[in-house]
């Protein structure tokens, strides 16, 4: 289906449109860790050069360094790096510690660190040690690609 912007050179700009799937998983920032999951799996829906994205998955053990902060990864596309993004809205329960809640994205990579909320106005990294076998997260965000 072509759909045509007013205003603009390239009368096909939105024809780019692709679902999928991609394997959700934890990203040590600083250190491997052992991590296994029961449970893994997402989705995506990209329009144009958006990314949007859902998924699920809860840890089965966990172990390693938990004094280090920690991201999501897997992403299925790399995030454009011209602009800083953050998005997400996550759902968790089982944590040792913070519930994170939000994902700032590495630009020119698949992945982006986790943050949980402390009160107005202010965001922590979510760390390692928030993260324990059981741990259950399931979410959704977007995010612009190069």
Do not use: C
């Not at 999501?72 to 790399?78: E, M, Q």
């Amino acid at each position: 289906m072509a759909v045509y912007v007013s205003g603009t050179d390239d009368a096909h700009k939105f024809d780019d449109y692709e679902e999928g799937s991609w394997t959700p998983g934890l990203y040590p920032e600083s250190s491997a860790m052992t991590m296994a999951y029961d449970l893994r799996t997402g989705s995506y829906v990209k329009i144009g050069r958006v990314v949007y994205w859902q998924f699920r998955f809860r840890m089965s053990s966990f172990s390693g360094n938990g004094n280090q902060t920690i991201g999501l990864s897997g992403f299925p596309y790399t995030v454009d790096s011209s602009q800083p993004q953050f998005s997400a809205n996550i759902y968790g329960y089982n944590f040792a510690g913070e519930a994170a809640i939000g994902v700032f994205y590495h630009g020119s990579t698949t992945r982006g660190r986790m943050y949980y909320y402390t009160g107005t106005p202010s965001w922590a990294d979510s760390y390692a040690s928030d993260f324990a076998s059981n741990t259950y997260l399931a979410g959704s965000g977007f995010y612009y690609v190069a």
